[in-house]
């Protein structure tokens, strides 16, 4: 399994950015994809996910309301729309899958099997 994140980069507070995660080597809609962040001193936390269908989404309460998760399963890629961008929200992001096909979308990250090499993002005030 391998998961290549992308479209991280340099943003300003307000901004916008999309990241992308694309994978293969698993049956991709039958799997839950995650988003995570991690930033130097702190454990790495929940962003987002999404079930294996798309129908059913969650979030972190630091994000909810700015950031949406959504994927394409014909193209084996999920995406982590991210609107008004925050600095505190300046990180590594990375995505990961759940091999448990039909799951339910989990938001701990001991609940992921594979993770992608992460893509960083940074929000300038």
């Known amino acids: 399994v391998q998961l290549q994140a992308s479209g991280g980069g340099l943003a ?3 901004g916008s950015l999309r990241l992308s ?3 293969s080597g698993l ?4 799997n839950a994809m995650g988003w995570f962040r991690h930033t130097p001193g702190k454990e790495r936390e929940f962003v987002a996910a999404i079930n294996w269908s798309g129908d059913r989404t969650y979030y972190a309460d630091s994000v909810k309301g700015r950031f949406t998760i959504s994927r394409e399963n014909s193209k084996n890629t999920v995406y982590l729309h991210m609107n008004a961008l925050k600095p505190e929200d ?3 992001y990375y995505c990961a899958t759940d091999t ?5 979308a989990p938001m701990s990250l ?12 940074t ?3």
């Open 100 to 104: 448990i096909e039909f799951g339910r």
């Open 27 to 30: 049956y991709f809609s039958r």
């Open 110 to 121: 001991n609940e992921y099997d594979y993770w992608g090499q992460g893509t960083l993002v």
């Open 21 to 23: 995660c694309a994978a």
């Open 90 to 92: 300046t990180a590594v």
């Open 123 to 125: 929000v300038s005030s």
């Open 12 to 14: 300003q507070a307000g």
